[in-house]
């Protein structure tokens, strides 16, 4: 693990060693911001099979609903005939959630790269470099820390803030009008059943994407900016992979 470590922070060094000329003080973070990019685009394929297995499932909800009234009192064949239906349509119920999964790994490496005082046996030289005053290897609570929530430090945070909160925002209000466009059928469990605090569920998701501000205030910078760039390249990438039809934006534009 101290050598693939070793090997990341040199990959990093290298990325900001590169960006220097054009960046000077901030091509650390820089480099950070081009290793997302880099992440988000090797999983880009999985986000479009994801959005192509959405569409297929919304196309699809006639087809289920009719299934779980038709095998209401048979859960069994209930659930049967909905993996033959996926499986004949080739729809995976669990398609969307590979591109976030793949992503952790990247994030969890950034993470422990800028949380560690040593990398190799060696003193972690990353966790010196800055983002306009605002060390890579710091949290907000360290900024508070030095010159309060105005202080140089602290303008860096609220800047994250501020992007987190617009595309949070933008999220919201668009999965607010997908929900009300294509309303999703309530899952059920194996006894036929709407599994418990599911509708609750429902109501809550479009309220994650602000979920994002608290990590942004707990893990150190370097891995803000990944958390960051990767959640307005989510809204951008879902908002082209997801962009309506003429007719649905139609159905949707007096709820706006």
């Keep these: 693990m101290s050598a693939f470590m070793s090997a990341f922070a040199s ?6 060693d590169l960006l220097q000329p054009l960046f000077q003080n901030a091509s ?40 779980r009234t038709k095998h209401a009192k048979n859960p069994d064949r209930m ?27 990247a994030f969890f490496l950034l993470y422990h790269l800028f949380s560690s005082r040593r990398i190799g046996g060696d003193p972690n030289a990353l966790l010196g470099h800055e983002l306009l005053g605002a060390p890579l290897g710091e949290r907000w609570h360290d900024a ?21 909160a617009v595309v949070a925002g933008f999220t919201y209000r668009r999965t ?32 994650m994407s602000f979920l994002t ?20 390249w989510t809204a951008v990438e879902r908002a082209w992979l997801y962009r309506e039809a003429p007719a649905a934006e139609a159905a949707v534009a007096p709820a706006v």
């Design 28 to 67: 650390t973070a820089a480099a950070i911001i081009l290793f997302t990019a880099l992440v988000r685009l090797a999983v880009h394929p999985l986000a479009r099979a994801a959005a192509r297995g959405q569409k297929a499932r919304t196309r699809l909800q006639p087809q289920i609903t009719a299934l």
């Design 213 to 232: 501000l608290f990590s942004v205030a707990f893990v150190p910078l370097a891995a803000a900016l990944y958390v960051v760039t990767s959640t307005t």
């Design 176 to 207: 607010k009008r997908q929900m009300a466009a294509n309303p999703v059928v309530p899952a059920t469990g194996p006894d036929g059943q709407p599994v418990p605090g599911m509708g609750a569920m429902t109501k809550v998701m479009p309220l």
């Design 79 to 105: 659930q049967k005939a909905l993996m033959e239906l996926h499986a004949k349509e080739k729809v995976s119920p669990f398609s969307g959630c590979l591109p976030s999964l793949l992503q952790m790994p």
């Design 144 to 164: 508070l820390a030095d010159g309060g929530p105005f202080g140089a430090q602290g303008l860096v945070y609220l800047a994250l803030f501020a992007i987190v």
């Design 11 to 16: 990959l990093v060094g290298a990325f900001a």
